[in-house]
């Protein structure tokens, strides 16, 4: 039975995590909610309804490691720079959220579906990262095809929601499509706080997630393109992406074009990505983020439609794949690879 730490309990990331081990598949004894010192003594668990043994929210200054087996860190890079090597000297299997320790060669990044031999004994640090959420819907969907006829390129748009920008990008949106629809006359105030995204988000689109690099690229571009190199063991993949932020609540949606090594049909792309665990494919349809966020068994799913192999070249495939960026994109697959480690053997 394991004791586990959530910490950034009270975040979007850590609600879920707390929801996903309520009643989960994950032998637990009891969880310990951590967050900052503000919040310590909140009950989460009668907040969120849950019935896990789970105790008042601890401080992270106050979270005693000995005896945590592990800790699923979901409050940002820099505070688990600070943290995490200090909770996995000290025996737990560290699982990191943030994009602390993604591209640290010693540390494995895992998408369970995808790499779980990564975790086949445990990392040398004691720390597995977890992807970026964008990046774990899209290699879900491209390990299916690589296997069928190997990965030459990417070109990827993403089309990310507000809940990537947390409970505050949430009721952002929220409040600002409250107040263009009660004032639709009323343009946004030029020299007023940028916000969560940087620019208005409600009844609008940003090219822009993150900060932009000498090249143009921003921030979110860079870590697509590298990431499914690393966990699809592919360094040489040619990868390139637009990110989008859009006016909707949850989901993240990504157009997806890829060059395959081998000729295929649709049907033979079809059938590769029905047959892989943990994805949904429409034929001759589409998932949307409404319909995907609707159900608990479809947000623990990613979605696949719209499967077209261009006419004149059958090495060409475009892809739509949509999937909760909360939950598959970050809380189920932390779990999951908690859940990975356990089967392994060696955490007990």
Known sequence: MLNIAVIGATGAVGRECLALLDGGTLPVKRVTPVASARSAGRDLR?????????????????????????????????????????????????????????MDPGVPLVVPQVNPHTLATRPPGGIAANPNCSTIQLVRALHP???????????????????????RGLGELARDSRHALEHPAAAPDPAGPPGRFGQPLAFNLVPEIGLADGSGFTHEERKLAREPRKILGLPDLRLTATAVRVPVFHCHSEAVHVRLREPVTAALVEDALAAAPGIRLYRGGYPMPRTVFATDRDRALVHVGRVRVEPDDPHAVWLWVVADNLRVGAALNALQIVETAVAAGWLR
């Open 46 to 102: 009668a907040e969120l309804g849950l019935a896990l043994d789970a105790g008042p929210v601890v401080a992270l200054d106050s979270l005693d490691p000995d005896g945590l087996d592990v800790a699923v860190l979901s409050a940002g890079a820099e505070l688990s720079r600070r943290e995490g090597r200090r909770l996995a000297a000290a025996g737990a299997l560290v699982v990191d959220n943030s994009s602390a320790f993604r």
């Open 145 to 167: 095809l690589h296997t069928l006829a190997g990965l030459e390129s990417v070109v990827l748009t993403t089309y990310q929601a507000a809940s990537g920008g947390g409970l």
